[in-house]
């Protein structure tokens, strides 16, 4: 009897499975921070150890070749060690920090590579990690209640912060079970559920909704759709909302570029936005107005952050930038220069060369990502999660948000392997 197309059946589809499935009881404990990165090493010796020992390996535990595109999150990320080394060096920052700088390389920009990686050279099926999901959506949606009603029956927001932060992370909030917060001068709670802040929250949304939009069983399907709803939307997140209204449709859109009717369908959408140009463009710049002002205090921060980047990337470490995250001043309320946007961050931590080692592959990916797109499912499943990752990176550090946002990058591997193919 074969075995169901949505039931892990190698071990890297195990780990998967398991460490997504047991997302809830990780953060529980405060290992979340930390079962991503085991993750994405442990999936990286896998990869090797099919290449090495593949003669002797059952046929679909072998490891498969990789395209290009896929060989350039490696060489990218490798470059940003290299560019971390040398910023160090030029700024004189001394043995234990560059330690401290490589081992957070390791736990981050290097997870990005892996994951893809991972993705492409190992016969891993969509299908584990979008039934994998559902089911974290199913727990998710069993525990909603009682983060609803926190808030409002006395409940802390904070559990507790695991000792597990003895073993690194930016902060406790990597390692804290909170149950909510409450919005600065509104006192109105907000939720991020096993995220370490709301926005990210949304992101993670974002991405299990595109995959419980493929999971086949309908029960399942729906089970995935509502948890993914609902924690985009009890987040608060206005990225999120944007990313919901515009990357399916895209990436679908995009699925469909090989098709005629889609070029002759498309004549007449475009006859009617040169007719309405003006009130469209108007429209536009009203929903831009409207996505600042929802958070008026979080725009200026996040502007302000940028143009201290930049003004501090231009004038002191063109190239290779400053080598560590440095606080802002009062007038951010002290939060990382250049965070909240990962291309002011690279310029100001790593400079020129870091920017291009993310542009190069992201771009290369994406195109990619269009072709495969126009070839089956899996394709477009990877572009949706590419357009999700690059969009993202105009409102997040990536970098920090690997740990959860892994399934993306792994499914980013397995589309582009199966257009290879």
């Known amino acids: 009897m074969a075995a169901s197309t949505d039931h892990p059946q190698i071990l890297p589809e195990r780990l998967i499975a398991a460490t997504i499935t047991g997302s809830w009881a990780l953060w529980l404990v405060g290992g979340l921070y930390i079962a991503g990165p085991v993750l994405g090493w442990t999936l990286a010796v896998l990869v090797v150890r099919a290449w090495y020992f593949g003669p002797a390996l059952p046929e679909e535990e072998t490891g498969l070749a990789i395209g290009f595109t896929v060989k350039l999150w490696p060489a990218g990320m490798a470059a ?26 390791a736990k981050g920009w290097a997870l990005i590579a892996l994951f893809p990686l991972a993705g492409a050279a190992l016969p891993i099926r969509g299908e584990v990690i979008y039934r994998a999901v559902c089911q974290l959506g199913k727990q998710t949606l069993i525990l ?24 690194g992370g930016s902060g406790d909030e990597y390692f804290a079970a909170v149950l909510y917060t409450l919005e600065p001068g509104v006192g109105t709670p907000r939720w991020q559920f096993y ?14 909704l595109i995959c419980a939009l ?12 509502a948890a993914g709803l609902a924690v985009a939307l009890l987040s608060q997140s206005r990225l999120a909302l944007v990313a919901l209204a515009v990357i399916w449709p895209l990436a679908w859109g995009a699925s469909r570029l090989n ?14 936005g040169s007719w309405f140009a003006p009130a469209l463009i108007a429209f536009a710049e009203q929903a831009q107005a409207d996505f600042a002002g929802a958070r008026a205090d979080s ?17 002191e470490a063109w190239w290779f930038g400053h080598g560590i995250v440095e606080r802002g001043p009062h007038l951010v309320e002290y939060m990382p220069i250049g965070s909240h946007h990962s291309w002011y961050g690279l310029l100001f931590v790593k400079g ?13 990916t994406v195109l990619t990502c269009i072709s495969a797109a126009m070839r089956d499912r899996a394709g477009r499943t990877a572009l949706a999660m590419a357009l999700v990752y690059a969009l993202y ?11 959860l946002c892994w399934p993306a990058l792994v499914l980013i591997g397995v589309g582009m392997r199966k257009a290879q193919r």
């Open 214 to 225: 493929e999971e086949k069983d309908l029960r399942w399907k729906l089970t995935g759709i």
């Open 393 to 403: 990176s105009f409102g997040e550090n990536l970098e920090v948000l690997t740990y």
């Open 144 to 167: 909603l209640p009682l983060f609803l009603a926190a808030p409002f029956i006395g409940l802390p927001e904070t559990l507790w912060v695991s000792p597990l932060k003895i073993l």
């Open 80 to 105: 940003m060690l290299v560019i971390l080394l040398l910023g160090h060096a030029n700024f004189s920052l001394g043995t234990a920090q560059t330690i401290k700088s490589a081992v957070g390389w």
């Open 259 to 272: 098709r005629a009717g889609t070029w002759f369908a498309g004549v007449p959408v475009l006859v009617l």
């Open 299 to 315: 725009t200026r921060v996040r502007a302000t952050l940028g143009r201290i980047a930049i003004e501090r990337w231009q004038n």
């Open 195 to 208: 995220a370490p802040w709301s926005p990210a929250a949304g992101m993670i949304a974002v991405i299990h």
């Open 352 to 364: 020129f060369a870091g920017l291009l080692a993310l542009a190069v592959p992201m771009g290369a």
